[in-house]
């Protein structure tokens, strides 16, 4: 019996064709699957077009929509496959990893860098493999692009043109696939939260993402909170420096923490921790209100938890320093 597979088309690289003003997404769900007959030879698909838009376009409010989708097929079907445009796909995937808790199968997105219907595009392989990982994979939300799984929340776009265009950041790939075909790792489930399942979708996209250079002026932190935002991703040096002479990072930071703002502070280093415990210019903000570390994630993955603990922030702060999604070691 096959497999029953939802194929979310989304807009991306891989549903564009040429017009006048340069690529636009254009093709349908079944217009990418008329490209793919053997896919439908293997499972039972049915499609879906959620939207139809240039991954910079795709924001907060589509992730919701994307994420309602997902939840809503996933009661009839054995796997989802999501395409996306690759420039946002991982904060579309970092965000429905915690969106989609609890979901009990895999949830892939996959993309490409060339168009499917180019010559040489990198599509059809990257559908093949992200279908394949769509059946075979535990429930979680993974990308899957150029031979590699990779936790939706793990993911990091490092090249523009090359087609191994994402890499897994501070943890190895969930699997790989070669002639042999998929090979999947184990890796610990993630834990079992006591938070209602109808509200998992509800997110705040008031968070302001802020990455430090020598001479930050602290007004900015003024700016941040007159604006109404609720949150801040704040990228600091190193392992989690912020300069204090002449203009006193640590003590803006604070003031902004006291109005109620929450903080996470990650590195600007790609690979590796943060860890305020280290340097005297960490120390100036450990075990101080509503500033937290993040840890070993992502940028996008600290942009999207936040967004998602702001969405209930009563219930939901206590896992602000809890691995959710392979998020954070």
């Known amino acids: 019996m096959r497999s029953k597979i939802a194929l979310l088309a989304t807009g991306g690289t891989i549903a564009s064709m040429h017009s006048k003003d340069g690529l636009i997404p254009a093709l349908r769900a079944e217009e990418i699957l008329r490209f793919m007959p053997q896919l439908l030879e293997l499972y039972d698909i049915s499609s879906i077009d959620v939207f139809s838009l240039d991954s910079s376009n795709i924001q907060p409010e589509e992730w919701i929509t994307l994420a ?66 769509a059946v075979n994979a535990a429930a979680g939300v993974y990308i899957v692009f150029h031979n590699k799984i990779i936790f939706g929340t793990r993911a990091v776009k490092m090249r523009t043109l090359s087609f191994d265009a994402f890499d897994s950041i501070n943890a190895p790939p969930v699997g790989y696939f070669d002639a042999e075909g998929i090979h999947l790792s184990e890796f610990p489930p993630s834990p079992t939260l006591s938070l209602p399942k109808d509200t998992m979708l509800n997110i705040n996209s008031k968070v302001f993402l802020l990455k430090l250079m020598p001479g930050t002026d602290i ?111």
């Open 219 to 329: 007004e900015i932190f003024n700016h941040i909170k007159n604006a109404g935002y609720k949150g801040l991703v704040l990228e600091a040096f190193g392992l989690g420096g912020l300069h204090y002479i002449r203009r006193n990072l640590i003590d803006a930071l604070k003031d902004l923490s006291d109005s109620g703002i929450i903080t996470l502070v990650t590195t600007q280093c790609i690979y590796e921790k943060s860890d305020f415990s280290v340097y005297e210019v960490g120390h100036g903000i450990l075990n101080s209100k509503n500033i937290y570390g993040a840890h070993d994630m992502t940028t996008e993955a600290a942009v999207t938890k936040l967004m998602w603990i702001l969405g209930d922030k009563e219930k939901r702060l206590p896992y602000i320093n809890l691995s959710l999604s392979h998020e954070m070691i």
């Open 68 to 133: 309602a989708k997902a939840k809503e097929v996933s009661q009839s079907v054995d796997g989802i496959v999501i395409t996306h445009g690759t420039d946002t796909m991982a904060y579309t995937a970092s965000a429905l990893s915690f969106m989609l808790q609890g979901l009990n199968i895999p949830v892939v997105f996959t993309g490409s860098q060339l168009p499917l219907n180019f010559p040489y595009s990198d599509a059809p392989l990257n559908l093949e493999e992200a279908f394949s990982a």
